[in-house]
């Protein structure tokens, strides 16, 4: 009898085993989340980034009836926020809000490091999209792209661009212009962003990529000038601004920067799509949009293979400019 006993007690922890997990995990992806979620962030509070994730975060908590509470771990070039969501399970209860250049620079900028953060997460959802303009002092004399260029042609490491820091969109921006022109700049990078647009109004660099949130009150104010979008298309908030084609520059000089949301590595594709769906009909609502409008972020509504996409595109990119410029942080 007890031999009975045992073996029916064996097959129903098999069954257990092989069934119920699986049927409890289902349960669990049902009822998601039925606890907080924390999203990551390298950027500091009250920058255009947090805000508006802040605004995701808001709607995400209404939907799901739980809070969504947003971890600003800022500094180390995005490191720091990596590693903290990184050691976190994946269960979709802890996600990483990043921009492409962490996503696809800090590999080839922090070799060492190994540090690959599209090895590290699955891809989730894609929040928007800025892109940068070319920019410089009111009282500049380059009227186009044609005159910076020719400018840093005839002076060869002369002509000063600025930068928010080494590898920074800014920055490899400024390298690419570099390298599709043939031409030699200096570097000025910069802690303060808001610092470095001060000082290009003061005429104490020569130019520098901006976005619209970043560089808009001193445009508005008229000391600071934008001689093209790098971009395909012009921007609505300031359509008379050329693009770089339209501007007598490479056609193919193209700087944006995006932001996306990741979890750790193995989480189930089916809670993926659940949160991308939650997290896409946030950035819909007419809330969220006014925000996106407000910082001229372009809405994104990517899914994982888009990111995947996007992101090694990115990669490429960045690891020629990286290498070929000799560029390293540590």
């Given at each position: 009898?007890?031999?009975?006993?045992?073996?029916?007690?064996?097959?129903?922890?098999?069954?257990?085993?092989?069934?119920?997990?699986?049927?409890?995990?289902?349960?669990?992806?049902?009822?998601?989340?039925?606890?907080?979620?924390?999203?990551?962030?390298?950027?500091?509070?009250?920058?255009?980034?947090?805000?508006v994730?802040r605004?995701?975060?808001?709607?995400?908590?209404q939907?799901?009836?739980?809070?969504?509470?947003?971890?600003?771990?800022?500094?180390?070039?995005?490191?720091?926020?990596?590693?903290?969501?990184?050691?976190?399970?994946?269960?979709?209860?802890t996600?990483?809000?990043?921009?492409?250049?962490?996503?696809?620079?800090?590999?080839?900028?922090?070799?060492?490091?190994?540090?690959?953060?599209?090895?590290?997460?699955?891809?989730?959802?894609?929040?928007?999209?800025?892109?940068?303009?070319?920019?410089?002092?009111?009282?500049s004399?380059w009227?186009?792209?044609?005159?910076?260029?020719?400018?840093?042609?005839?002076?060869?490491?002369?002509?000063s661009?600025?930068?928010?820091?080494?590898?920074?969109?800014?920055?490899?921006?400024?390298?690419?212009?570099?390298?599709?022109?043939?031409?030699?700049?200096?570097?000025?990078?910069?802690?303060?962003?808001?610092?470095?647009?001060?000082?290009l109004?003061?005429?104490?660099?020569?130019?520098?990529?901006?976005s619209?949130?970043?560089?808009?009150?001193?445009?508005?104010k008229?000391?600071?000038?934008?001689?093209?979008?790098?971009?395909?298309?012009?921007?609505?908030?300031?359509?008379?601004?050329?693009t770089?084609?339209?501007?007598n520059?490479?056609?193919?000089?193209?700087v944006?920067?995006?932001?996306?949301?990741?979890?750790?590595k193995?989480?189930?594709?089916?809670?993926?799509?659940?949160?991308?769906?939650?997290?896409?009909?946030?950035?819909?609502?007419?809330?969220?949009?006014?925000?996106?409008?407000?910082?001229?972020?372009?809405?994104?509504?990517?899914?994982?293979?888009?990111i995947?996409?996007?992101?090694?595109?990115?990669?490429?990119?960045?690891?020629?400019?990286?290498?070929?410029?000799?560029i390293?942080?540590?």
């Amino acid at each position: 009898m007890q031999r009975i006993i045992k073996i029916l007690s064996l097959h129903f922890f098999v069954f257990l085993a092989v069934f119920g997990t699986s049927k409890i995990f289902a349960q669990n992806e049902a009822v998601y989340p039925n606890r907080p979620v924390t999203i990551v962030t390298p950027f500091s509070a009250g920058s255009g980034p947090d805000a508006v994730l802040r605004m995701v975060a808001e709607n995400l908590s209404q939907q799901w009836k739980q809070p969504v509470v947003i971890d600003n771990r800022p500094g180390g070039a995005g490191l720091i926020a990596i590693e903290q969501a990184r050691r976190a399970k994946p269960d979709g209860y802890t996600l990483l809000q990043i921009d492409s250049e962490q996503l696809s620079a800090l590999p080839f900028l922090y070799p060492s490091r190994k540090v690959v953060p599209m090895a590290l997460f699955d891809p989730v959802s894609a929040l928007f999209r800025t892109p940068f303009f070319v920019t410089v002092p009111n009282k500049s004399t380059w009227k186009d792209m044609q005159d910076l260029i020719n400018a840093a042609k005839k002076n060869p490491d002369a002509v000063s661009y600025g930068s928010w820091g080494v590898g920074s969109p800014g920055h490899l921006g400024g390298k690419q212009l570099e390298m599709i022109t043939h031409t030699s700049m200096i570097h000025v990078p910069y802690k303060e962003t808001a610092q470095l647009y001060v000082n290009l109004s003061a005429e104490e660099i020569q130019w520098a990529f901006a976005s619209i949130g970043s560089s808009e009150s001193l445009y508005k104010k008229g000391s600071l000038r934008y001689l093209a979008i790098a971009a395909k298309q012009r921007h609505p908030r300031v359509p008379n601004v050329p693009t770089v084609a339209e501007a007598n520059g490479p056609a193919d000089l193209e700087v944006d920067s995006f932001a996306v949301v990741l979890a750790p590595k193995g989480i189930d594709p089916k809670l993926i799509e659940k949160i991308h769906s939650a997290i896409t009909k946030a950035t819909d609502s007419e809330k969220v949009k006014k925000n996106f409008d407000a910082f001229a972020f372009e809405r994104l509504t990517w899914g994982p293979q888009d990111i995947s996409q996007q992101g090694s595109a990115k990669a490429r990119i960045y690891e020629k400019l990286i290498r070929e410029g000799n560029i390293r942080i540590e």
